[in-house]
């Protein structure tokens, strides 16, 4: 029957030109690729409709074919991919919330709570086995032991899951296991929650070795080639630092090496203060590049930008490696660490594209019109394996060999409902701030309209906030369905503004440091307002029927929105945001400085939605799944609450056992059509005035 459905939908959609919400969050979502420490094979993850399966592609035909059979819209994230050293077979976590961890969620309210445990694939047909309980599978470089993580402790086992015993157990949890090139000793991060340390364990003498140990925090160790010493971040610790407030500057952090037997330890770079002193990662499987010629690749914001850099292991002055304006995001390196390439919006801010370090310095591989990220090289360099997309290609992955050719993997994923032909191109804008700060956005216009025609108009907020909505389709899942459900306001008649608010990425670190943001001052309502009035001044808008919606942060500027500015903005949709900023982080302010905490609460409260509930008129939707992990599930509660007492009208749509990011693909697809549903009804047809239900 689903063929047939299928075809009914495409029939649809050819005939008048417009889609379902179905239809274009059908096609398959891809991520993670991981390169075989051999050879040229690559595996990724594909997420077609919530089933989530391990592909894998090999050159010379790069014929992508699926290695594990989860056929089920489950909730049951896969992540974490290991390869075996011979490249033969494939260790992953299934299960759990990746993100925060905690308790296995069970959006899909099965009998028996599923677990989160280690699984194993051979790459010979045979299907996949689980191990044990356990995430973040580590494999020993001589393929004898398999190190993972369970309840935050170290454990470990042999390739066929036997022999689970306890290696480390230490105060609170560790993460980030890394085997020595010789498969000796396993490095690994000792969160202490105050501070954090980097441990070395050897199995054959079982001892254990904290290295450097100080009251800061040590993360993201990295050996050396010669698996003799580990290089580490170190970060100064900062006690009374209150989240969701601007960071410009620091103590500065610095980068230490050291000796893996005795633990002793020294300083080989340290940032200057000022701008870049405090750390800002980049997305990667480690921070430090140990290179084969000596040297430690890193991320550093010394110019403004987060950007590359090399400095000798021996110490010596820091290098930059990728000049220009604009982010370093995405880094990939070969297993032999000879290659490093990354993904950067230098030359085409609201995109990004690839480049490669070379000696005669950084060079562009991609560029045009498309969005490509995580790139990674096969171990033998015949290929580069990376993540792509554009205005009407969902995220996939893609090959590009040694003669720059390229060939999409797995494009047979792709359904025939997917509307790819009516999806429209967003357009780069700027609009200027209500305190005059340049501010960029995407525009999607209904296709086919008509000159003279006034449309309703939304304006959508994305999350985190260090995030950045491109023009096209983003690499992250959750807002990759943000970009569908824009694209699906559009074909139907909205004109749709998504906003890249002061303190997201991809602007600098000013930007994204914005002063007064979040808790602080709630800067960010500048943008929401200048939006607002921008669409409100556009000729193809209906002034009357400009609506906002978001998620997560993005649901904090939505109801900041309506609470400020309800003869604005006419009606919202808010998906699990803050609502009160003291409600996140309790006694972040130290209690012995009852003045400075005082104050604090107070300014935070201020740029909170609560703080104006009596402004408040506009009609809301509210949406979250109550095993939220990310915002708690009280700050619904509290709003809920307080709109009963104001008499403002809500709707609610709540998803028990659900996380932050939906883990059911018919969760999202449910919320979107209560979402089109609701401004449906509050911005075409709007009804006489409703209570609340």
């Not at 949890?173 to 364990?201: C, I, Q």
């Not at 100064?236 to 500057?249: C, I, T, W, Y």
């Not at 000022?274 to 890193?298: M, Y």
């Not at 509290?638 to 693909?665: M, S, T």
Request: charge should be negative.
């Amino acid at each position: 029957m689903r063929w047939l459905l299928s075809l009914l939908l495409l029939v649809e959609t050819a005939v008048a030109g417009s889609f379902t919400i179905d239809q274009v969050m059908s096609a398959p979502f891809a991520s993670s690729p991981v390169a075989a420490p051999v050879g040229s094979t690559v595996a990724w993850l594909i997420d077609e409709q919530g089933c989530r399966n391990i592909w894998v592609a090999s050159a010379p035909d790069w014929k992508a074919r699926k290695v594990t059979n989860f056929n089920e819209d489950d909730g049951q994230e896969i992540a974490e991919l290991a390869w075996a050293p011979d490249g033969k077979s494939l260790f992953f976590a299934r299960g759990g919330d990746f993100e925060n961890g905690g308790d296995n969620p069970n959006p899909a309210m099965s009998p028996q709570k599923p677990d989160q445990s280690v699984w194993v694939v051979v790459l010979d047909g045979s299907a996949a086995k689980k191990l044990t309980e356990g995430h973040a599978p580590a494999v020993s470089p001589t393929g004898d032991l398999i190190a993972f993580l369970r309840n935050g402790q170290i454990f470990s086992m042999t390739p066929a899951g036997q022999n689970v015993a306890s290696l480390v157990t230490q105060k609170d949890s560790a993460y980030g296991l890394e085997w020595s090139p010789d498969g000796a000793m396993l490095a690994f991060t000792s969160n202490r929650k105050e501070h954090g340390l980097t441990g070395v364990y050897t199995p054959a003498t079982k001892s254990l070795e904290y290295l450097d140990p100080s009251v800061d925090t040590d993360s993201s160790p990295v050996w050396s080639p010669d698996s003799k010493q580990i290089a580490f971040i170190r970060i100064p610790a900062l006690s009374r630092v209150l989240p969701f407030g601007p960071k410009r500057e620091g103590e500065p952090w610095s980068i230490r090496i050291s000796d893996a037997k005795s633990g002793k330890g020294r300083e080989v770079f340290r940032a200057d203060r000022g701008a870049g002193s405090v750390f800002h990662q980049v997305v990667a499987d480690r921070q430090i590049i140990w290179t084969g010629d000596g040297g430690l690749v890193f991320p550093w914001e010394k110019t403004g930008w987060c950007h590359l850099y090399r400095v000798p292991a021996a110490g010596g002055t820091a290098v930059e490696l990728t000049p220009g304006e604009g982010i370093v995001e995405y880094v990939g390196v070969s297993p032999d660490r000879k290659a490093v390439v990354y993904s950067s919006n230098i030359g085409d801010i609201d995109r990004r594209h690839l480049w490669m370090l070379t000696s005669g310095g950084p060079k562009e591989i991609t560029n045009g019109e498309g969005i490509e990220s995580a790139p990674t090289p096969t171990a033998d360099h015949s290929a580069l394996v990376y993540l792509a997309s554009s205005y009407n290609e969902k995220v996939h992955a893609m090959a590009r060999t040694e003669r720059n050719e390229t060939k999409p993997l797995a494009p047979e994923t792709i359904p025939a409902e997917f509307p790819a032909r009516f999806l429209v191109k967003p357009q780069s804008v700027l609009i200027t701030a209500a305190d005059g700060m340049e501010i960029h956005g995407q525009l999607f216009l209904p296709s086919g309209a008509k000159s003279g025609e006034r449309h309703p108009a939304l304006i959508f907020f994305h999350g985190g906030s260090r995030r950045q909505m491109l023009l096209g389709y983003n690499h992250m899942y959750y807002y990759s369905n943000a970009y569908s459900m824009n694209q699906y306001l559009a074909n139907h008649g909205y004109v749709v503004l998504s906003v890249n608010y002061r303190s997201g990425i991809g602007y600098g670190l000013n930007f994204r440091e914005a002063l007064q943001y979040g808790a602080t001052g709630a800067s960010e309502f500048n943008d929401v307002l200048g939006a607002g009035l921008y669409l409100k001044a556009r000729p193809d808008v209906d002034s009357k029927r400009i609506g906002v919606w978001g998620g997560s942060y993005g649901g904090y500027l939505t109801a900041l929105a309506l609470a400020r500015a309800s003869d604005l903005f006419a009606a919202g949709v808010d998906f699990h945001g803050v609502h009160d900023w003291n409600l996140e982080f309790p006694g972040a302010v130290p209690g012995y400085d009852a003045k400075a905490r005082e104050q604090a609460e107070k300014v935070a409260f201020e740029s909170s939605p609560m703080a104006y509930m009596k402004a408040w008129k506009s009609p809301v939707l509210l949406i979250q799944g109550d095993d939220d992990r990310n915002v708690t599930f009280l700050q619904t509660i509290r709003l809920a609450e307080a709109l009963r007492r104001q008499n403002v009208y809500f709707e609610q749509l709540i998803f028990p056992n659900e996380i932050h990011d939906f883990l059911l693909e018919r969760d999202w697809v449910k919320a979107y059509q209560a979402t089109a549903d609701f401004f449906s009804r509050k911005l075409v047809t709007a009804r006489p005035t409703e209570v609340s239900r």
